[in-house]
């Protein structure tokens, strides 16, 4: 079946570096989402790239929708200890986009 | 506008007992979702219901059941709870799809359900 598969599962950083997770889907998407869930808290919502080769910034955030749209990244430039938390990507199940197909995330640890 | 209301935060349930989960929403959303998060692990999709009166199975439904009566509001009913059921219930909701890429899910703050 169709799987969305993100790398690495965890990622420990001092604070000051830069972070990348990496989303891989098995089939062509026609969007992907990313989200952020704070430990103890909910997956928010971030940012939804639709375009192939899509590139779009949120202050210290850069993603990437890949050209053949099956692969996503996600970039935080020298990391701060707000940037805690799991980063999850989905994409829309092929036979039914009324339903997402989530990663599993990758957690990101920030040392002060 | 208070978004996805989940009540209750926390729970503790004896094997075998039953409870509701509930869930609410604001926001005129036809697309709500029940997902299960287990510790360190992704979102499972239990339910989902793209309307009132309009619900269908994710990849774990078993042992769960749901009703869809209104647009704002989409329990999660737990029957003989097993503590293969312990884990963090999240309710989502997203506006309806006309044209163009799925809408942003919008969650709860979560149920913490133990089954001791």
């Known amino acids: 079946g169709q799987q969305v598969m993100q790398i690495p599962q965890y990622q420990h950083v001092q604070e000051g570096e830069d972070f990348t997770t990496y989303c891989n889907s098995s089939?062509?998407?026609?969007?992907i989402q990313w989200y952020k869930q704070r430990p103890g808290g909910h997956p928010v919502f971030l940012i939804q790239?639709?375009?192939s080769g899509e590139v779009k910034k949120q202050k210290r955030l850069t993603f990437q929708f890949g050209e053949a749209k099956k692969n996503s990244s996600l970039h935080i430039t020298a990391t701060q200890t707000t940037d805690v938390g799991t980063y999850f990507c989905a994409g829309p199940d092929a036979g039914n986009n009324r339903k997402l197909i989530w990663g599993l995330g990758t957690s990101l640890a920030v040392n002060p | 506008n208070a978004g996805v209301t989940q009540t209750p935060k926390f729970r503790i349930l004896k094997i075998g007992q039953s409870m509701t989960l509930q869930c609410a929403q604001d926001?005129?959303?036809?697309?709500m979702y029940w997902y299960r998060q287990d510790p360190g692990m992704g979102l499972k999709l239990i339910y989902y219901?793209?309307?009132?009166?309009?619900?269908d199975k994710g990849e774990v439904p078993n042992g769960y059941n749901v009703s869809r009566s209104t647009t704002e509001d989409f329990p999660l009913r737990l029957e003989l709870a097993a503590p293969s059921q312990t884990s963090v219930y999240f309710c989502a909701s997203s506006s309806r799809v006309r044209q163009g890429p799925n809408q942003p899910q919008h969650f709860g703050d979560g149920t913490r359900l133990s089954i001791l």
């Open positions: 926001m005129n959303h036809n697309y």
């Open positions: 790239l639709v375009k």
């Open positions: 219901s793209v309307g009132a009166g309009i619900t």
């Open positions: 089939t062509t998407l026609s969007n």
